[in-house]
């Protein structure tokens, strides 16, 4: 059975930083494509970053391009994403998803596994 558990989510300040964990389990983690996905309540779930097998490749959305840093250790079947330069539109719920291949994609349908969930709050 697959479990993505997410950790590090919390109230921050404008300008502030967080580091998102996902620990996985029950997966070839180190085959698998892993992204970090975020709803604001009322918006969709959209795509803030994604990661290869190898961790030399690495999407973002442009919402986040420059503050957020995805990388993944497979030793540990863990995937970060360092947030940096926060501000209020970051806050969200943010969601740790895997896929099986090796097509790194924005669309959330297309993830195979998702975790529960972390809450980021940012205050102005």
């Known amino acids: 059975q697959v479990q993505l558990v997410e950790s590090g989510g919390g109230l921050v300040q404008t300008g502030g930083s967080l580091r998102l964990s996902c620990a996985a389990s029950?997966?070839?983690?180190?085959?698998?494509?892993m992204g970090w996905f975020r709803q604001a309540p009322g918006k969709e779930r959209e795509f803030a970053a994604g990661?290869?097998?190898?961790?030399?490749?690495?999407r973002y959305a442009d919402s986040v391009k420059g503050r957020f840093t995805i990388s993944r250790d497979n030793a540990k079947n863990t995937v970060y994403l360092q947030m940096n330069s926060l501000k209020p539109e970051d806050t969200a719920v943010y969601y740790c998803?895997?896929?099986?291949?090796?097509?790194?994609?924005?669309?959330?349908?297309?993830?195979?596994?998702w975790g529960q969930g972390t809450q980021v709050t940012v205050s102005a």
């Open positions: 998803a895997a896929r099986n291949g090796v097509v790194l994609t924005t669309v959330y349908r297309q993830y195979d596994y």
């Open positions: 029950g997966l070839t983690f180190s085959s698998a494509v």
């Open positions: 990661i290869r097998w190898s961790g030399s490749s690495a």
